[in-house]
C-alpha cells in the first residue's frame, strides 16, 4: 500500500482562505448580509470599489440598500493565488463583475474582469478580509436586446482608466460617484498596491493606502 502524503504545510489556511473569498461573492450576492458581514475582520475592514471606499460596515449597508432597489451586481470567481505569512495573507483572484442597468434608455450589461486583491488577518484564529482592492484589468458593454443601439458619451467614458471606463460610465449614468486612478493591469496603482502587500506580509501597522 502506498504511503500516504503529508499535507502541505499551510494547506489548511489556504483552503481556508479561499472559503473566504468564495462567501465573499455568494453570500454579498445572494444578499445574505448576516453571513456576509462574517468575512470581515471586525474592527478594520475596508471595502475599496469604483463606486465606494470605505469601512465594510458601511459597505455592507450601502450594498444592502442597492440591493433593495434592484441594483444588479453580480460577481464571478476564477484562479486563486496566495502567500500566507503567519497570521496575515495576501490573497488575489481572479473575478469578473457583472452589472446590469439601464443607460440613456437602454438596458445594457457590463463585464469587468480583473482581480480581488485581499489583505487578510487570522482574528480570533479565523481568516477574516482585513481590505479589499480590486484590480480592474478589462471590461465592455453589451446591450442586451441586439436590436438596441446605444451612443457613448465618448468624454465621459475617456475619463476613467481602460479597464474599467464602461462600468464606470455605467455606474456614473446612475448616480453613482466614480473614483477614477484605481489599480490596473499596469502602472503606478498596481505596483503601489503589491508594494503594500509586501509590507501587509512583512508585519506593517496598516493594510495600506484606504483613502
Same mark, same amino acid.
Not at 94 to 123: H, L, P, S, W
Given at each position: 500500500? +502506498?504511503? @500516504?502524503?503529508?499535507?502541505?504545510?499551510?494547506?489548511?489556511?489556504? !483552503?481556508?482562505?479561499?472559503?473566504?473569498? /468564495?462567501? =465573499?461573492?455568494?453570500?454579498?450576492?445572494?444578499?445574505?448580509?448576516?453571513?456576509?458581514?462574517?468575512?470581515?475582520?471586525?474592527?478594520?475592514?475596508?471595502?475599496?470599489?469604483? =463606486?465606494?471606499?470605505?469601512?465594510?460596515?458601511?459597505? @455592507?449597508?450601502?450594498?444592502? /440598500?442597492?440591493?433593495?432597489?434592484? $441594483?444588479?451586481?453580480?460577481?464571478?470567481?476564477?484562479?486563486?493565488?496566495?502567500? $500566507?505569512? #503567519?497570521?496575515?495573507? *495576501?490573497?488575489?483572484?481572479?473575478?469578473? @463583475?457583472?452589472?446590469?442597468?439601464?443607460?440613456?434608455?437602454?438596458?445594457?450589461?457590463?463585464?469587468?474582469?480583473?482581480?480581488?486583491?485581499?489583505?487578510?488577518?487570522?482574528?480570533?484564529?479565523?481568516?477574516? @478580509?482585513?481590505?479589499?482592492?480590486? *484590480?480592474?484589468?478589462?471590461?465592455?458593454?453589451?446591450? $442586451?436586446?441586439?436590436?438596441?443601439?446605444? /451612443?457613448?458619451?465618448?468624454?465621459?467614458?475617456?475619463?476613467?482608466?481602460?479597464?474599467?471606463?464602461?462600468?464606470?460610465?455605467?455606474?456614473? +449614468?446612475?448616480?453613482?460617484?466614480? +473614483?477614477? #486612478?484605481?489599480?490596473?493591469?499596469?502602472?503606478?496603482?498596481?505596483?503601489? !498596491?503589491?508594494? /503594500?502587500?509586501? +509590507?501587509?506580509?512583512?508585519?506593517?501597522?496598516?493594510?495600506?493606502?484606504?483613502?
Amino acid at each position: 500500500m +502506498k504511503e @500516504i502524503p503529508n499535507v502541505p504545510t499551510g494547506f489548511e489556511d489556504r !483552503l481556508a482562505l479561499r472559503e473566504l473569498v /468564495e462567501n =465573499w461573492a455568494v453570500w454579498r450576492d445572494a444578499g445574505d448580509w448576516d453571513r456576509f458581514a462574517t468575512v470581515w475582520h471586525p474592527t478594520d475592514g475596508w471595502m475599496t470599489a469604483t =463606486w465606494f471606499q470605505g469601512p465594510a460596515t458601511e459597505f @455592507i449597508a450601502v450594498s444592502r /440598500e442597492g440591493f433593495d432597489r434592484g $441594483v444588479s451586481i453580480l460577481h464571478f470567481l476564477g484562479g486563486h493565488s496566495v502567500d $500566507v505569512h #503567519g497570521d496575515r495573507a *495576501i490573497a488575489q483572484t481572479k473575478m469578473t @463583475i457583472n452589472q446590469r442597468a439601464n443607460v440613456d434608455g437602454v438596458e445594457v450589461d457590463v463585464v469587468c474582469t480583473g482581480r480581488f486583491y485581499d489583505f487578510c488577518g487570522r482574528y480570533d484564529g479565523e481568516w477574516k @478580509i482585513v481590505r479589499r482592492q480590486p *484590480i480592474y484589468e478589462k471590461d465592455r458593454l453589451d446591450v $442586451v436586446d441586439p436590436a438596441a443601439r446605444l /451612443e457613448l458619451d465618448p468624454e465621459l467614458l475617456n475619463r476613467f482608466p481602460a479597464g474599467y471606463r464602461h462600468l464606470a460610465y455605467l455606474q456614473t +449614468k446612475a448616480g453613482f460617484t466614480v +473614483k477614477a #486612478g484605481l489599480p490596473g493591469l499596469t502602472g503606478r496603482a498596481v505596483r503601489r !498596491l503589491y508594494d /503594500e502587500g509586501a +509590507k501587509w506580509l512583512a508585519g506593517s501597522a496598516s493594510a495600506g493606502d484606504t483613502e
